[in-house]
């Protein structure tokens, strides 16, 4: 219950709507336990002793408190559905701005699978929990407790009789409710399987179909999906099974009841109209345990999920502002510098990622990172906007460790181009200034140019403001590359992060865009991450990473005659260089 209590700060803006249905609720269920009373008194006093006109007042008193109960009960069920769904929106938009703070170490341990269901079924078990909190199951537990204390104060003897029913029917409750929660923990955990399985095919569809695979996808999926299915069936037939005992205790009690109750009438000990309101609140006690049973699995339901809920909303961020960072100053100058910088992955710490790294960027300097596939390059730049921090030494720009600087402001001076380009729906427009959302028509169309951009964009049906479908999937990855440069340009950035951005364009095209780029980055810095040698030839610096070490730097010149590692990179894609290596 520490998970749900943990969550209680989202209903406090609601508390007024929730107290008040908290206090129609207490009326209906005084108006539903007034019932039995009346029923007792219309058969003692009016039916039995012959009275019609005590029939018809209490028929009328019956009726109009049916009326009053079902309007209080109307608006107990009004508030109690804004509230559930007041808190079950802001916890999607708590659940979304938290996943927004994460740095790249969370969202590696966190997968989106994960993730989509904690925003969606997991959250949506919250609202159930609030509605039935605010409804049914506190309708229930009221009815309950006023029931057996109107069953004493209708008869003790009787009470009494009925006392070690209503033990047991609470401990087979209490059973079963012990039982739910890893029974739902594991429910959950597979579906978090099967959304994982499904997000993957979804997004990575024509892939399968590419490589001919939608028969292991298929077989994947129907996998997951059995074992979902099986652990659905696993918790209905438990939770089946209370049903029918608790019915037979009701039955029970109601013999027993009757017994007991008849052979007190024999000795004018009780009325007939004694036995039949205390079978009510008999019925009324031991049905609202039954409620309180098959809403068990919401409960159930509802803790595995606020548990969930509360491992996303106290992951803290692996990448923080320290505490009174100060801000990079607008006129900071972009010179880059790494000092014995190390890496490795917080889940594997015997996986050495980055290893003493020495490295100095200077301002108006392009810098290439050239090495083999898994070397370290995309690990290298992503450490400069801090999507991950090292492990060892640090990193300075213009003298100042960037874990004492703010990482807004940081971010602010840095354009980042990913090695996987990312497209949101909308225009073209609004692709190339997501970054800066202020710029002009004329400033989108220069970075659009120098991206080399424009024209293809000219030729698209409705220039700029063309749709981009989801991912992008009416672009080519060449021209998607292109749109993605051109939004980091925007920004007008002092360091430039181009992350194997150009793998998709030929190589005509990438003179193009890098001649324009010496123009635009005058006196900025600026990282590119290649894999082919025609992408650095005109770099101020060129760093071989092989293995996570820094093999050699240098200009291509100096590398062909001193790094054997360039060389080879070299000769494998252009021939032999100038010295025969």
Same mark, same amino acid.
């Given at each position: 219950?520490?998970?749900?209590?943990?969550?209680?700060?989202?209903?406090?803006?609601?508390?007024?709507?929730?107290?008040?249905?908290?206090?129609?609720?207490?009326?209906?269920?005084?108006?539903?336990?007034?019932?039995?009373?009346?029923?007792?008194?219309?058969?003692?006093?009016?039916?039995?002793?012959?009275?019609?006109?005590?029939?018809?007042?209490?028929?009328?008193?019956?009726?109009?408190?049916?009326?009053?109960?079902?309007?209080?009960?109307?608006?107990?069920?009004?508030?109690?559905?804004?509230?559930?769904?007041?808190?079950?929106?802001?916890?999607?938009?708590?659940?979304?701005?938290?996943?927004?703070?994460?740095?790249?170490?969370?969202?590696?341990?966190?997968?989106?699978?994960?993730?989509?269901?904690?925003?969606?079924?997991?959250?949506?078990?919250?609202?159930?929990?609030?509605?039935?909190? #605010?409804?049914?199951?506190?309708?229930?537990? &009221? %009815?309950?407790?006023?029931? *057996?204390?109107?069953? @004493? /104060? +209708?008869?003790?003897? #009787?009470?009494?009789?009925?006392?070690?029913? &209503? %033990?047991?029917?609470?401990? *087979?409750?209490?059973? @079963? /409710? +012990?039982?739910?929660?890893?029974?739902?923990?594991?429910?959950?955990?597979? %579906?978090?399987?099967?959304?994982?399985?499904?997000?993957?095919?979804?997004?990575?569809?024509?892939?399968?179909?590419?490589?001919?695979?939608?028969?292991?996808?298929?077989?994947?999926?129907?996998?997951?999906?059995?074992?979902?299915?099986?652990?659905?069936?696993?918790?209905?037939?438990?939770?089946?099974?209370?049903?029918?005992?608790?019915?037979?205790?009701?039955?029970?009690?109601?013999?027993?009841?009757?017994?007991?109750?008849?052979?007190?009438?024999?000795?004018?000990?009780?009325?007939?109209?004694?036995?039949?309101?205390?079978?009510?609140?008999?019925?009324?006690?031991?049905?609202?345990?039954?409620?309180?049973?098959?809403?068990?699995?919401?409960?159930?339901?509802?803790?595995?999920?606020?548990?969930?809920?509360?491992?996303?909303?106290?992951?803290?961020?692996?990448?923080?502002?320290?505490?009174?960072?100060?801000?990079?100053?607008?006129?900071?100058?972009?010179?880059?510098?790494?000092?014995?910088?190390?890496?490795?992955?917080?889940?594997?710490?015997?996986?050495?990622?980055?290893?003493?790294?020495?490295?100095?960027?200077?301002?108006?300097?392009?810098?290439?990172?050239?090495?083999?596939?898994?070397?370290?390059?995309?690990?290298?730049?992503?450490?400069?906007?801090r999507f991950y921090d090292p492990t060892a030494g640090r990193i300075l720009i213009?003298?100042?460790?960037?874990?004492?600087?703010?990482?807004?402001?940081?971010?602010?001076?840095?354009?980042?181009?990913?090695?996987?380009?990312?497209?949101?729906?909308?225009?073209?427009?609004?692709?190339?200034?997501?970054?800066?959302?202020?710029?002009?028509?004329?400033?989108?169309?220069?970075?659009?140019?120098?991206?080399?951009?424009?024209?293809?964009?000219?030729?698209?049906?409705?220039?700029?403001?063309?749709?981009?479908?989801?991912?992008?999937?009416?672009?080519?990855?060449?021209?998607?590359?292109?749109?993605?440069?051109?939004?980091?340009?925007?920004?007008?950035?002092?360091?430039?992060?181009?992350?194997?951005?150009?793998?998709?364009?030929?190589?005509?095209?990438?003179?193009?865009?890098?001649?324009?780029?010496?123009?635009?980055?005058?006196?900025?810095?600026?990282?590119?991450?290649?894999?082919?040698?025609?992408?650095?030839?005109?770099?101020?610096?060129?760093?071989?990473?092989?293995?996570?070490?820094?093999?050699?730097?240098?200009?291509?010149?100096?590398?062909?005659?001193?790094?054997?590692?360039?060389?080879?990179?070299?000769?494998?894609?252009?021939?032999?260089?100038?010295?025969?290596?």
């Amino acid at each position: 219950m520490r998970h749900v209590l943990k969550l209680l700060p989202f209903v406090k803006p609601y508390w007024q709507k929730s107290v008040l249905s908290l206090v129609l609720l207490v009326i209906v269920v005084v108006l539903d336990l007034a019932i039995p009373r009346l029923v007792q008194h219309i058969i003692d006093q009016g039916i039995l002793a012959g009275d019609m006109e005590e029939v018809w007042h209490t028929f009328l008193l019956m009726l109009a408190i049916s009326v009053a109960s079902t309007l209080f009960a109307i608006g107990n069920n009004n508030f109690s559905v804004q509230v559930g769904e007041g808190v079950a929106r802001d916890l999607r938009e708590a659940l979304f701005l938290k996943v927004q703070s994460f740095s790249y170490g969370n969202l590696d341990r966190l997968k989106t699978g994960q993730l989509m269901v904690r925003l969606s079924s997991d959250s949506g078990a919250m609202l159930r929990v609030v509605q039935v909190s #605010l409804r049914i199951g506190t309708r229930a537990t &009221l %009815l309950m407790v006023g029931s *057996i204390a109107l069953m @004493f /104060i +209708t008869d003790r003897h #009787l009470a009494l009789v009925v006392v070690p029913l &209503l %033990l047991l029917t609470s401990g *087979i409750i209490v059973y @079963f /409710i +012990t039982r739910m929660r890893p029974l739902f923990l594991t429910m959950q955990q597979k %579906l978090d399987r099967l959304n994982t399985i499904l997000q993957e095919n979804i997004s990575g569809v024509r892939v399968v179909k590419a490589f001919v695979r939608a028969d292991h996808e298929a077989a994947r999926f129907e996998s997951a999906n059995e074992d979902f299915t099986e652990r659905n069936i696993r918790v209905v037939e438990f939770l089946s099974t209370m049903g029918p005992a608790l019915s037979a205790c009701i039955n029970v009690g109601i013999v027993v009841v009757i017994w007991a109750g008849g052979v007190q009438a024999m000795h004018g000990e009780v009325t007939i109209g004694q036995i039949v309101a205390f079978v009510n609140y008999l019925q009324t006690a031991i049905g609202p345990l039954m409620i309180m049973t098959m809403l068990a699995n919401v409960w159930a339901a509802g803790i595995v999920s606020a548990e969930r809920l509360n491992e996303v909303l106290d992951t803290v961020p692996q990448v923080q502002d320290a505490p009174g960072a100060p801000p990079l100053p607008a006129s900071a100058r972009p010179r880059v510098v790494f000092e014995k910088v190390g890496f490795h992955y917080h889940d594997s710490n015997e996986t050495i990622v980055l290893e003493d790294i020495d490295l100095v960027a200077e301002p108006g300097q392009t810098v290439a990172i050239l090495g083999a596939t898994g070397a370290g390059k995309s690990t290298l730049v992503n450490l400069i906007p801090r999507f991950y921090d090292p492990t060892a030494g640090r990193i300075l720009i213009d003298g100042q460790d960037l874990r004492q600087i703010q990482q807004d402001s940081l971010l602010d001076h840095i354009g980042v181009v990913p090695q996987e380009t990312v497209l949101f729906s909308g225009t073209v427009r609004d692709n190339i200034r997501y970054g800066r959302p202020t710029a002009g028509d004329e400033e989108v169309v220069a970075a659009a140019r120098a991206a080399q951009a424009h024209d293809f964009v000219l030729e698209l049906p409705q220039g700029y403001d063309t749709r981009v479908e989801e991912r992008g999937v009416n672009l080519s990855g060449g021209q998607k590359q292109r749109l993605a440069i051109a939004r980091a340009l925007l920004t007008r950035p002092a360091i430039l992060i181009l992350d194997d951005s150009t793998s998709a364009v030929d190589v005509e095209t990438e003179t193009k865009i890098q001649e324009a780029l010496e123009a635009w980055m005058e006196g900025r810095t600026c990282f590119v991450v290649a894999q082919r040698i025609s992408t650095v030839l005109k770099a101020d610096k060129i760093v071989v990473i092989d293995k996570g070490r820094l093999a050699a730097e240098g200009t291509h010149r100096e590398l062909l005659q001193s790094s054997p590692i360039y060389q080879e990179i070299y000769a494998s894609q252009l021939g032999p260089g100038p010295n025969g290596g």
